[in-house]
C-alpha cells in the first residue's frame, strides 16, 4: 500500500476509509498509513473480512413475524451485497499496473 496509486484512493475528499483484514495487524498498518497520508476518517472494522463477507453473502430472509428492523437489516444487507459485487468487478483492473509500451519511430524526413 505504499505504491502512489493507493494514495489517491486513500485520500478521497468526501470519503471515509474502512479496512478490514482477517489479520488485524494488517487493517491497523492501513488505518495508520491512511491517517500518515492525511485522511482523517478512517475506521477499523472489529470484524474479519471472512465474517464481513458472510454477513452480506449467507443472507436469510426475516421470519413472517420479524420486526421493522430485522427487515430493514436484511434489505440494507441484500443491496449492499449486490453493490459489493458491482464494486469488486469494478476494481479488478484498478490494482493492476498500467502497462506502457514504447515503440520506436521507424522511418524519417
Known amino acids: 500500500m505504499n505504491d502512489r496509486q493507493w494514495k489517491k484512493i486513500l485520500d478521497q475528499k468526501h470519503k471515509a476509509n474502512y479496512f478490514c483484514a482477517d489479520d488485524k495487524q494488517v487493517a491497523e498498518k ?3 498509513l491512511a491517517g500518515y497520508i492525511g485522511k482523517s476518517e478512517n475506521y477499523i472494522l472489529s470484524e474479519s473480512a471472512m465474517n464481513f463477507r458472510k454477513l452480506f453473502s449467507d443472507l436469510t430472509p ?6 421493522k428492523s ?4 436484511y434489505n440494507f444487507r441484500q443491496k449492499a451485497a449486490t453493490d ?3 464494486l469488486v ?6 490494482t493492476e499496473p498500467v ?5 520506436k519511430i ?4
Open 106 to 109: 521507424k522511418g524519417g524526413c
Open 62 to 67: 426475516p421470519g413472517a413475524d420479524a420486526n
Open 84 to 86: 459489493m459485487k458491482m
Open 89 to 94: 468487478e469494478a476494481l479488478k483492473n484498478s
Open 99 to 103: 502497462i506502457v509500451k514504447t515503440s
Open 30 to 32: 492501513a488505518y495508520l
Open 70 to 73: 430485522e427487515i430493514d437489516t
